[in-house]
């Protein structure tokens, strides 16, 4: 079963446009990363924030993490088609060795 | 390209059949993780090996197994196949299997059983 679900499942926006994709998660953590994954190849890794800190920037990503709330978000600013792709943010607890548990994921389209 | 390599890409076999996927890890890691993805399961971790030794256990079928050897390369071996195995399996590395560690994913093995 999956810890977090994402929210949309489906995104379509325009180049240049910002895209903003949310992650809620079940118990506790001490990390949330996220990754993109082009049409059924590799998970590229974008960004690590952990549990004592609120926000991270990754040139045009920003993420924020809410663990009152158990939420995170990452937004693409000045999105281009290069970004068309399947984003997963990943939930680790140390206590279980550190494996990720994913969400379903966000599928974007940008359009040119 | 992550530096973690998977062989091979693509499988093909048929049900009932064993098969056997390599990953090698980034260079220095000590750490390899295992995950399948599938379309109604979604990426789901199966079991991660540190230094040779495994960590932790997660959905990981009793017809499957793996281990990491002292080269710190890694094999997940699926056994008994069925269509319900056919998915994507990947392999991902980190330094020290720490919660700080980045885990950095290899290309994936398409497996596909008929």
């Known amino acids: 079963s999956q810890q977090g679900e994402e929210d949309p499942q489906a995104l379509s926006i325009q180049e240049g446009e910002n895209a903003t994709m949310n992650c809620s998660y079940k118990?506790?953590?001490?990390?949330l990363q996220w990754y993109r994954q082009n049409s059924g190849r590799g998970l590229v890794h974008l960004i690590l924030?952990?549990?004592?800190?609120r926000e991270k920037h990754s040139g045009r990503l920003r993420v924020t993490l809410d663990t009152s709330k158990k939420s995170s978000s990452l937004l693409i600013t000045a999105s281009r088609a290069a970004d068309t792709a399947s984003y997963f943010c990943a939930t680790g607890a140390e206590a279980a060795g550190n494996k990720l548990t994913f969400g379903g994921g966000t599928r974007v389209l940008v359009k040119p | 390209d992550s530096g973690v390599t998977q062989t091979p890409k693509h499988l093909i076999t048929a049900t009932g059949q064993r098969v056997t996927l390599r990953c090698s890890p980034r260079?220095?890691?000590?750490?390899v993780y295992w995950y399948q993805q599938s379309l109604d399961q979604g990426l789901q971790f199966l079991i991660q090996y540190y230094n040779g030794e495994e960590r932790a256990k997660g959905n990981i079928l009793e017809r499957f197994s793996a281990q990491q050897f002292p080269d710190l390369h890694s094999e997940l071996n699926l056994s008994s196949l069925e269509l319900g195995d056919s998915a994507l399996y990947f392999c991902?590395?980190?330094?020290?299997?720490?919660?700080?560690?980045?885990?950095?994913f290899g290309p994936g093995t398409r497996l596909t059983v008929l």
């Open positions: 260079s220095g890691d000590l750490s």
């Open positions: 924030i952990r549990s004592n800190e």
């Open positions: 991902a590395s980190s330094p020290w299997g720490r919660d700080t560690d980045t885990q950095y």
């Open positions: 118990t506790s953590i001490n990390n």
